[in-house]
């Protein structure tokens, strides 16, 4: 637990953020269907209502709750997209991983058809697949996203494994005689583990972009329940037009902030691993001027020694106080 | 130019692995599109249905696989994607000739006038590291984030339906005017096309500052640029003849990859304002089972990107001399 705590306190600010947000729709996707206060498809004669307190985000044209289409959507769109985060994260380290450490031809061809893959714009390609499918749905969706999905990734993953398997440690199991899958999983991929994690984020966040986009141009079964479908209907059913704008706010809203909080969540990540990325705020403003990291002055140091209590929490978001903990054999 | 020449060659594979995909997937999913298109359009003639399996495979064998597959080749080098199922008997490549230019005009300026906002943007917030502009990022990003067609309809909402400054939707309005060189024609057509322009640059912009801004973090720490601070040339020269012009490299690159992007964030602004381009063509085409028009499209668009992308490459070699003699990817 302490050192979950310590990587918690270790993680910048943005990241905490996103991992607060996100929490808080993963949260909503399991416990909201139990909570929903209506069944999302009931129609009543209530319709196109402003939100009140009966219906706290208003009703469709159909009389149907808004807050409970919102709530079964969250469920529906986040299901989908870890199930494709998961399928492409497992392809694209399959793939990453066997280019790289196999080489030679493998390498090329497996290299070239990640290209090829990267190259092919794939939003009219998804849209292609799914229209010669007489029926589309929430599984045709994750295959047709899961298809596409993987070059990103695999393509960073090759380049990490190229650039880890000429370690020294690689060579040094491989000289004592471990077997090639033991030298992969346990020696190269726990060093790969925040591109994976990160890749993961990233491939969520095309799933759920990518999905509700398919949905929203009814490229789904439109009669389920997803934040894109709530937006097909808001769409064909003309809210924008009668401007019920309480019908397509809450769905967008939230599918932006589950976008915002992954994209805080995997910048966040990234200044982690690259610690130049980071803003120093705690040393920008000294002696009333403002101090830029590209300025040469090596008394920033003195200078920061005195500092209030606010100061220093602030200071304790800083990339500096992080490289001072580790040099004093901190616990990064 | 070895470089190039591998290019160019990496693009001719693309663009084969497109067509061959556009020839086997209808062919490889579950159900005959064929037939499906026989009942949706009953009154098709014998020979229009046998040009039909031709282009997507059908449930009378018209040949082996190989025949039907050289034959696809065979049409698509002379351009003959068959006719359209919905316009019957226009040639699909006639419909798709009238949607083009929209598409093209619109989303090229908008694509262009993202990656200079958002470059410039990027190189201000990465130079003034920790600033105010810097600090606005995660705005930006939630705006890059939100789905495009959210914000779009937001806008819509604002602009057009509560305040009527701009028009709703549509590429021009056929009661005012029609199509042609006039002056009522563009300004009309122009008037169609901010919207839709600013909802594109404003939620592409985020992308293009965020990579620029943490290439120039890592450039303005480098030595070449803190010596040319040393000799006290001025911020201007510093930023932009030391330090960005480095910066810009990777962004152009970037650039390449993200045209694929571009074109899927097309898609959705036309199908949101029912722009008359090729994205707004395709949902159509999808929605009416026309599969003939479907498949064109694809290629079409795919044959845009990878054209695109040998442009950049071929802007990258201009700018780069380390990219001549690098290995192709």
Same mark, same amino acid.
């Given at each position: 637990?302490?050192?979950?705590?310590?990587?918690?306190?270790?993680?910048?600010?943005?990241?905490?953020?996103?991992?607060?947000?996100?929490?808080?729709?993963?949260?909503?996707?399991?416990?909201?269907?139990?909570?929903?206060?209506?069944?999302?498809?009931?129609?009543?004669?209530?319709?196109?209502?402003?939100?009140?307190?009966?219906?706290?985000?208003?009703?469709?044209?159909?009389?149907?709750?808004?807050?409970?289409? @919102? *709530?079964?959507? /969250?469920?529906?769109?986040?299901? !989908? $997209? #870890?199930?494709?985060?998961?399928? %492409?994260?497992?392809? =694209?380290?399959?793939?990453?991983?066997?280019?790289?450490?196999?080489?030679?031809?493998?390498?090329?061809?497996?290299?070239?058809?990640?290209?090829?893959?990267?190259?092919?714009?794939?939003?009219?390609?998804?849209?292609?697949?799914?229209?010669?499918?007489?029926?589309?749905?929430?599984?045709?969706?994750?295959?047709?996203?899961?298809?596409?999905?993987?070059?990103?990734?695999?393509?960073?993953?090759?380049?990490?494994?190229?650039?880890?398997?000429?370690?020294?440690?690689?060579?040094?199991?491989?000289?004592?005689?471990?077997?090639?899958?033991?030298?992969?999983?346990?020696?190269?991929?726990?060093?790969?583990?925040?591109?994976?994690?990160?890749?993961?984020?990233?491939? @969520? *966040?095309?799933? /759920?972009?990518?999905?509700?986009? !398919? $949905? #929203?141009?009814?490229?789904?079964? %439109?009669?389920?329940? =997803?934040?894109?479908?709530?937006?097909?209907?808001?769409?064909?059913?003309?809210?924008?037009?009668?401007?019920?704008?309480?019908?397509?706010?809450?769905?967008?809203?939230?599918?932006?902030?589950?976008?915002?909080?992954?994209?805080?969540?995997?910048?966040?990540?990234?200044?982690?691993?690259?610690?130049?990325?980071?803003?120093?705020?705690?040393?920008?403003?000294?002696?009333?001027?403002?101090?830029?990291?590209?300025?040469?002055?090596?008394?920033?140091?003195?200078?920061?020694?005195?500092?209030?209590?606010?100061?220093?929490?602030?200071?304790?978001?800083?990339?500096?106080?992080?490289?001072?903990?580790?040099?004093?054999?901190?616990?990064? | 130019?070895?470089?190039?020449?591998?290019?160019?060659?990496?693009?001719?594979?693309?663009?084969?692995?497109?067509?061959?995909?556009?020839?086997?997937?209808?062919?490889?999913?579950?159900?005959?599109?064929?037939?499906?298109?026989?009942?949706?359009?009953?009154?098709?003639?014998?020979?229009?249905?046998?040009?039909?399996?031709?282009?997507?495979?059908?449930?009378?064998?018209?040949?082996?696989?190989?025949?039907?597959?050289?034959?696809?080749?065979?049409?698509?080098?002379?351009?003959?994607?068959?006719?359209?199922?919905?316009?019957?008997?226009?040639?699909?490549?006639?419909?798709?000739?009238?949607?083009?230019?929209?598409?093209?005009?619109?989303?090229?300026?908008?694509?262009?006038?993202?990656?200079?906002?958002?470059?410039?943007?990027?190189?201000?917030?990465?130079?003034?590291?920790?600033?105010?502009?810097?600090?606005?990022?995660?705005?930006?990003?939630?705006?890059?984030?939100?789905?495009?067609?959210?914000?779009?309809?937001?806008?819509?909402?604002?602009?057009?339906?509560?305040?009527?400054?701009?028009?709703?939707?549509?590429?021009?309005?056929?009661?005012?005017?029609?199509?042609?060189?006039?002056?009522?024609?563009?300004?009309?057509?122009?008037?169609?096309?901010?919207?839709?322009?600013?909802?594109?640059?404003?939620?592409?912009?985020?992308?293009?500052?965020?990579?620029?801004?943490?290439?120039?973090?890592?450039?303005?720490?480098?030595?070449?640029?803190?010596?040319?601070?040393?000799?006290?040339?001025?911020?201007?020269?510093?930023?932009?003849?030391?330090?960005?012009?480095?910066?810009?490299?990777?962004?152009?690159?970037?650039?390449?990859?993200?045209?694929?992007?571009?074109?899927?964030?097309?898609?959705?602004?036309?199908?949101?304002?029912?722009?008359?381009?090729?994205?707004?063509?395709?949902?159509?085409?999808?929605?009416?089972?026309?599969?003939?028009?479907?498949?064109?499209?694809?290629?079409?668009?795919?044959?845009?990107?990878?054209?695109?992308?040998?442009?950049?490459?071929?802007?990258?070699?201009?700018?780069?001399?380390?990219?001549?003699?690098?290995?192709?990817?």
């Amino acid at each position: 637990m302490k050192s979950l705590a310590n990587i918690w306190r270790n993680l910048p600010l943005k990241a905490k953020v996103g991992v607060g947000l996100l929490g808080f729709f993963i949260l909503a996707a399991i416990i909201g269907p139990m909570v929903q206060p209506y069944d999302p498809s009931a129609q009543t004669p209530l319709t196109m209502s402003a939100p009140s307190a009966q219906h706290w985000f208003g009703t469709t044209q159909e009389g149907q709750d808004i807050l409970s289409q @919102v *709530l079964t959507g /969250i469920r529906l769109t986040l299901e !989908l $997209a #870890f199930a494709v985060g998961v399928i %492409v994260t497992v392809v =694209s380290v399959l793939v990453g991983v066997t280019s790289a450490f196999l080489g030679g031809i493998w390498d090329d061809v497996l290299s070239l058809i990640t290209n090829v893959f990267l190259v092919l714009p794939p939003l009219p390609l998804l849209i292609v697949l799914l229209g010669y499918l007489s029926q589309q749905g929430q599984t045709p969706t994750i295959i047709v996203l899961s298809l596409l999905g993987w070059p990103w990734g695999a393509r960073v993953i090759r380049a990490q494994t190229l650039a880890i398997r000429g370690r020294d440690f690689i060579d040094a199991s491989r000289e004592t005689g471990e077997k090639s899958w033991r030298i992969i999983l346990f020696e190269l991929i726990p060093n790969e583990i925040s591109l994976i994690a990160a890749s993961f984020v990233n491939t @969520v *966040l095309y799933a /759920i972009g990518a999905s509700v986009a !398919l $949905a #929203f141009v009814g490229l789904t079964n %439109v009669n389920s329940w =997803s934040l894109g479908t709530i937006l097909f209907w808001a769409q064909t059913d003309s809210a924008l037009q009668s401007a019920a704008w309480w019908w397509f706010v809450p769905a967008g809203l939230a599918v932006a902030l589950i976008g915002t909080s992954l994209v805080l969540l995997n910048s966040g990540l990234d200044e982690l691993g690259s610690p130049r990325l980071r803003a120093t705020r705690g040393t920008a403003k000294v002696a009333g001027h403002r101090i830029w990291p590209t300025d040469p002055t090596p008394v920033l140091a003195v200078l920061q020694a005195d500092r209030g209590r606010f100061g220093s929490f602030l200071y304790s978001f800083s990339r500096r106080s992080m490289l001072e903990g580790n040099a004093a054999g901190g616990d990064l | 130019m070895t470089y190039l020449l591998r290019r160019l060659a990496f693009y001719l594979v693309a663009a084969f692995v497109a067509i061959t995909l556009n020839f086997f997937i209808p062919r490889a999913v579950p159900g005959n599109p064929a037939e499906i298109i026989l009942s949706k359009y009953p009154d098709l003639t014998a020979q229009a249905y046998k040009a039909l399996e031709q282009m997507i495979g059908g449930a009378v064998g018209t040949g082996s696989l190989w025949s039907q597959y050289l034959h696809y080749w065979n049409n698509v080098f002379h351009f003959n994607f068959g006719v359209d199922l919905a316009n019957y008997p226009t040639p699909v490549s006639q419909i798709i000739d009238q949607a083009i230019p929209w598409t093209l005009i619109l989303v090229g300026t908008a694509t262009v006038i993202a990656f200079l906002v958002g470059t410039g943007l990027g190189i201000l917030a990465g130079w003034r590291h920790g600033g105010w502009l810097d600090r606005s990022l995660p705005v930006w990003m939630f705006f890059q984030a939100a789905p495009y067609f959210f914000i779009a309809l937001v806008l819509v909402d604002f602009f057009a339906i509560e305040h009527h400054w701009l028009p709703v939707g549509q590429g021009f309005n056929g009661e005012v005017t029609s199509p042609g060189w006039t002056w009522g024609f563009i300004s009309n057509a122009l008037e169609h096309s901010i919207l839709p322009a600013f909802t594109i640059v404003l939620t592409s912009v985020a992308g293009w500052m965020l990579q620029m801004r943490n290439v120039m973090i890592t450039t303005i720490s480098e030595d070449y640029v803190i010596a040319a601070q040393a000799k006290g040339l001025s911020k201007g020269r510093t930023i932009f003849t030391y330090a960005a012009r480095n910066a810009l490299l990777p962004q152009l690159q970037g650039f390449g990859l993200a045209l694929g992007f571009v074109v899927s964030g097309a898609l959705i602004m036309e199908i949101v304002f029912s722009y008359p381009g090729i994205g707004y063509l395709l949902l159509e085409a999808v929605q009416n089972k026309d599969f003939p028009l479907m498949q064109a499209i694809f290629l079409v668009i795919t044959f845009a990107v990878l054209v695109a992308n040998l442009v950049v490459d071929l802007i990258i070699v201009f700018f780069d001399p380390r990219a001549r003699t690098r290995e192709a990817a």
